[in-house]
């Protein structure tokens, strides 16, 4: 049992249905917190139980009244919906409109429903370790599907790719059509994509250029998914169903295709790769004065050693 | 001696004044050569002489114009200039209106000039490695003035920072008002501000804003920096050689202050840290199968181990 934290009574709560619970484990990733280790150890069995599902695109295209909608749909199957929202200027991190946050709102008061905004602290490279680390923790504690919300700015729509089983990159009239999304390398990784505003002008010309761009860059072979494109008004749930039957097509898909255990195999090994890679770090940290990175900068700075000399003695001395 | 590279008769011709050798050395930079180990050794006591500048300004303010300006007022006062872009919109690697790149061209044929576009490799985290490395061969070789050319996107700017030992930040009217540079994190970067594109309307309004925002940031002690905000007209050269004072009288205070050892002593740290991670990354794949990242990944993904585990299992086979 961790000194400050006890993990095992934590787990259980969760897996029971505690709000607070679950709220407390996932600050624990947040805070990288010494406890996380225990807990990651005790839920390993569980933590890759929920579907997770990726929300991306770029700022305007009403991410978060379609992930609210999302939501809805999916608790009107009786599903656990857990929300992970990753960027500072999402709703559910206070950079946002009144109107969408009172959007989510509306599920503040459902036990089945999780919401939480991460704290990436600036970085973006706290996203791939935090968002994983979290998705373990709500799949643990029983919720069925997990939607990671990331606002979609060039590099992190890319990452956000890789956290998921499943993602979901949403566009909507004027701003999405095929030759932007195609440019910002949205076409390659979609498994689904919403037209969201569907009742705006220009939304069949989007569906239209997206399912052209889509097209060409298809693989025909037989048994390959086709990403379909699908239309929704968010603000009125319309189309929301279609959006839900279609992720889980793409699941079923993915499972017997392999396709499911390839991404959660490269999922995981990115994940391991982090986490020993911040560890490797921490380790550069504490080395003791006279042999640490302090030092060894000074001689590469003032030319008495090559940087590959310096870094050949950090990581000696980082291992022993 | 390297099997391929004969790196002591590489370096002394890259000193003797060989631009074919120079330009090799850079080129070991990029392809992360084993040889390069080697060179970073026999040039060590060199590599810390140059003064390396960072140019820095968002899309359109004149960045590869002034550059070439500048390149042409420090060649006046019988300086070794070379320059390093390092970013994939930049004229020098092909993403550029021909008119920048025939301004550039008017040194091309100047022996006491280089100019190389690095390939980063499409990522981001490529130029904390390839430039530095760069700069101390470019250093090694004699170059007077290292400047380091990037384009100004979030990120980056902060980068560029880090790179050098005066930033530059380049602005142009009705572009980059004090506020929207307040908003892109560049007053805190910047060194030295410039103006460019001066004789057009709204230059002095920019430059009043630049200042005022400057002012509200500044430290009033005895003994600090004030970065000066400087105007241009690049096109012609007007005002390079107040710049060309200003980076002189920079360097001046960071050398009595203590802040340009400060500044390498950092910049040494990032590197020989950047160097130990991409070392301990290639360590990991070649981790034996059985006990290597792909078969940790399945365990991990498949609930049979929690990552951090396998993070401990991977560095300590890493280690062995």
Do not use: C
Not at 71 to 76: H, K, N
Not at 188 to 208: L, Q, Y
Not at 299 to 310: E, I, K, N, S
């Amino acid at each position: 049992m961790n000194r400050t934290v006890d993990v095992a009574s934590l787990v259980a709560d969760a897996g029971a249905g505690s709000a607070r619970a679950v709220a407390r484990l996932v600050s624990l990733v947040e805070d990288a917190h010494p406890a996380l280790r225990e807990v990651m150890t005790v839920i390993a069995p569980d933590a890759g139980r929920a579907r997770l599902v990726g929300i991306t695109g770029a700022p305007g295209v009403g991410k978060s009244t379609t992930t609210s909608a999302l939501v809805a749909a999916l608790r009107r199957q009786d599903l656990r919906v857990a929300v992970l929202a990753v960027d500072p200027s999402s709703p559910f991190s206070g950079g946002a409109l009144l109107g969408d946050r009172i959007r989510m709102q509306e599920h503040a008061t459902d036990p089945g429903v999780f919401i939480r905004s991460m704290a990436t602290r600036g970085h973006l490279g706290g996203l791939s370790q935090a968002a994983p680390q979290a998705a373990r923790v709500l799949s643990a504690a029983g919720y069925d599907v997990v939607l990671i919300e990331t606002v979609g700015v060039g590099q992190s729509e890319v990452e956000v790719a890789g956290l998921a089983d499943t993602t979901m990159v949403l566009l909507a009239p004027g701003m999405g059509d095929g030759v932007q999304a195609a440019k910002a390398g949205i076409l390659e990784i979609g498994d689904i994509f919403v037209v969201n505003k569907a009742d705006r002008d220009g939304a069949e010309v989007t569906v239209r250029e997206l399912r052209h761009m889509i097209s060409l860059g298809e693989r025909r072979e037989p048994g390959q998914w086709r990403p379909p494109v699908l239309t929704t008004v968010a603000t009125t749930g319309q189309g929301m169903d279609d959006v839900v039957a279609a992720l889980a097509d793409h699941h079923a898909w993915a499972l017997a295709n392999g396709e499911l255990d390839r991404r959660r195999v490269r999922r995981a090994a990115s994940e391991i790769e982090a986490i020993s890679v911040a560890e490797i770090r921490r380790r550069f940290g504490a080395v003791p004065d006279g042999a640490g990175l302090a030092e060894l900068a000074g001689l590469v700075a003032h030319g008495r050693l090559d940087p590959f000399t310096a870094a050949d003695r950090l990581l000696a001395a980082a291992a022993s």
